[in-house]
């Protein structure tokens, strides 16, 4: 099955890594990005890219027509979404205008070609404060910072706009990706990083004098927060998975895309510290933060046959590799 999808958003670091992989799997490949935080760097050389806004209707509708034209989408995959925790407390009314207009944008341009299937990126932040140890599909969704309450807000309008439209959804909750593509050539590469993971690599490298645990009075058995961590390149398959589920299918669905398990934020540097000695203190707590979030992957594997390939050390490792080649370490 081969597939035209579009990509918004395919110029940044999960978009771009699934770029890659509809490429590897055949699918032809349309990207649009406004390269607010992507980078032309990341643009598959096989992909047809258009510079464009998604919170811009006709800039979109432009894109659809010259597209549409000559053959419809089969999918849309949407990861043109502000995404910083911390950043979306700070800016609210930036988050709901990015992340919420641009999704109904997208599905009212997707409505008006025609266009049936919508590949969403949602998170982990949906369910709060988790209530159970691992979190699985139904659990209760209370965001506990802006960042998740918009994504809630988009999924609850994805779902009311293909119900009412007769589209589909694929809508995956993901939990902390990290990590890069095995041949190294995209990766996360921004100036202002903010995850643990690469955070703890780059101190760990000498690019950071040291860093900053926010917070050890936690609920939890060392005081720090708990996360569940995947590879992007995982994500990346689950992507293909899912626009391929929707067209033969024909038929919605949301999972989780988390490993079951999760680690704490010491336990990272502990890893890290497997290959580098870490300089770290401990700070206060970052607002927005939830004790523990660790995802139930049952759905996806039952539904899609997804399973992560990559364990922790693999994703430290990459990230490793990725963050030598950038600052040419050996
Ligand atoms: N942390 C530190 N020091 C740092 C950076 C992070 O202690 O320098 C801690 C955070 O306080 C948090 C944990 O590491 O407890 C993980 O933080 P990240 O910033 O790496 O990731 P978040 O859990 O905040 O958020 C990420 C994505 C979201 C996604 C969420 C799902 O950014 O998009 O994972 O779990 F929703």
């Known amino acids: 099955m081969k597939l035209k999808v579009c990509v918004i958003g395919g110029a940044g670091y999960i978009g771009s890594h699934t770029v890659y992989e509809l490429i590897r799997d055949g699918h032809e490949v349309v990207i649009i990005d406004n390269l607010s935080t992507g ?46 925790v911390p950043e979306s407390v700070s800016i609210p009314l930036e988050y709901y205008y990015n992340n919420v207009e641009g999704v109904r944008i997208m599905l009212e341009v997707m409505k008006d070609f025609n266009i049936k299937n919508v590949v969403f990126s949602s998170t982990a932040a949906v369910y709060g404060e988790a209530i159970n140890p691992i ?20 999924e609850k309008l994805i779902k009311w706009v293909c119900q009412r439209y007769d ?19 995209i990766g996360l590469n921004k100036d202002n990083l903010t995850h643990i993971i690469p955070i703890t690599v780059q101190t760990a490298l000498g690019i950071r004098d040291e860093m900053t645990i926010f917070g050890n009075d936690y609920d939890t058995p060392d005081g720090t927060c708990i996360r569940d961590y995947i590879h992007v390149s995982d994500l990346a398959d689950a992507h293909v998975l899912g626009a391929k589920y929707l067209v033969k299918n ?46 139930s992957n049952d759905k996806a594997k039952e539904i899609l046959g997804w399973l992560p390939k990559r364990n922790l050390e693999q994703i430290i490792k990459s990230d490793i590799e990725y963050r030598k080649k950038l600052n040419n370490l050996k």
């Open 39 to 84: 980078s032309r760097d990341f643009i598959h050389k096989d992909a047809k890219f258009y510079f464009g806004d998604i919170t811009n209707k006709q800039e979109l509708k432009n894109i659809f027509n010259i597209e549409c034209s000559v053959k419809p989408f089969d999918v849309v995959m949407h990861f043109a979404a502000k995404l910083i």
């Open 135 to 154: 979190c699985s599909e139904n659990d209760p969704t209370i965001p506990i910072n802006p960042y998740g309450e918009t994504k809630l807000a988009s």
């Open 167 to 185: 589209m589909n959804y694929c809508i995956f909750r993901y939990f902390n990706v990290a990590g890069a593509i095995d041949t190294l050539e």
């Open 250 to 295: 024909n038929k919605s669905l949301l999972v989780n895309l988390g490993s079951n398990k999760g680690y704490s934020v010491l336990e990272i540097i502990k890893e890290v510290e497997k290959f580098y000695p870490v300089n770290y203190k401990i700070g206060k707590r970052r607002a927005g933060d939830p004790a523990k979030l660790i995802a």
